[in-house]
């Protein structure tokens, strides 16, 4: 079963506006990472965040970690069009293995 | 530097038939995965390899088998393709640090038809 779960499934945002997306996991990790896939392509790595960390950037990309609540968030400010893509977070749950959520489609409209 | 590279990129095959998906990284990496992605599931992983000489099963590992054929080289094998097996096959490479896995570098994909 997928460890990770992403909310919302899909966001539809205006260029210059922020996208925030979450993810919520089920048991403790050693760290969490999102993942972009463009339309037809293979997953790109954004961040990787470790369970001792809260706060993590990244140029546009922001990531919170809050192991109390076992969630994790990406905020993208002043999307693009080029930001247009699937995000999917995954978690290492100390098991030689990551494990990924289905994934938030995000629209950029111009 | 290819990164990892996945052959074929796109394949029909009928029921009953096999075939083998070749996987290769050149970033030295000790650990190997194979995952396939469907409509809405994310990734879901078949086989992993943590290292050199070492598979074990993921999450859907029925109807696969896998090959560590050196440090740089993962294959994935069908042996009898079944519709269900129409996916997208990803394969990823990573190093496996101190404190966890550390970044996964995935190729570009297979895109298999099973008809």
């Known amino acids: 079963s997928q460890q990770g779960e992403e909310d919302p499934q899909a966001l539809s945002i205006q260029e210059g506006e922020n996208a925030t997306m979450n993810c919520s996991y089920k048991?403790?990790?050693?760290?969490l990472q999102w993942y972009r896939q463009n339309s037809g392509r293979g997953l790109v790595h954004l961040i990787l965040?470790?369970?001792?960390?809260r706060e993590k950037h990244s140029g546009r990309l922001r990531v919170t970690l809050d192991t109390s609540k076992k969630s994790s968030s990406l905020l993208i400010t002043a999307s693009r069009a080029a930001d247009t893509a699937s995000y999917f977070c995954?978690?290492?749950?100390?098991?030689?293995?990551?494990?990924f959520g289905a994934g938030t489609t995000v629209t950029v409209r111009a | 530097n290819a990164g990892v590279t996945q052959t074929p990129k796109f394949q029909v095959l009928k029921t009953g038939q096999s075939m083998t998906l070749q996987c290769a990284q050149d970033m030295n990496h000790n650990s190997m995965y194979w995952y396939r992605q469907d409509p809405g599931m994310g990734l879901r992983l078949i086989y992993y390899s943590a290292s050199e000489g070492t598979t074990d099963k993921g999450e859907v590992p029925n109807g696969y088998n896998v090959s560590r054929l050196n440090k740089r080289e993962f294959s994935l094998r069908l042996e009898s393709a079944a519709p269900s097996q129409t996916s997208v096959y990803f394969c990823?490479?990573?190093?496996?640090?101190?404190?966890?896995?550390?970044?996964?570098?995935f190729g570009p994909g297979t895109r298999l038809l099973v008809l």
């Open positions: 995954a978690t290492d749950a100390n098991d030689y293995k990551l494990s």
């Open positions: 048991t403790s990790i050693n760290n």
């Open positions: 965040i470790r369970s001792n960390e």
């Open positions: 990823a490479s990573s190093e496996a640090g101190t404190s966890g896995i550390e970044t996964q570098y």
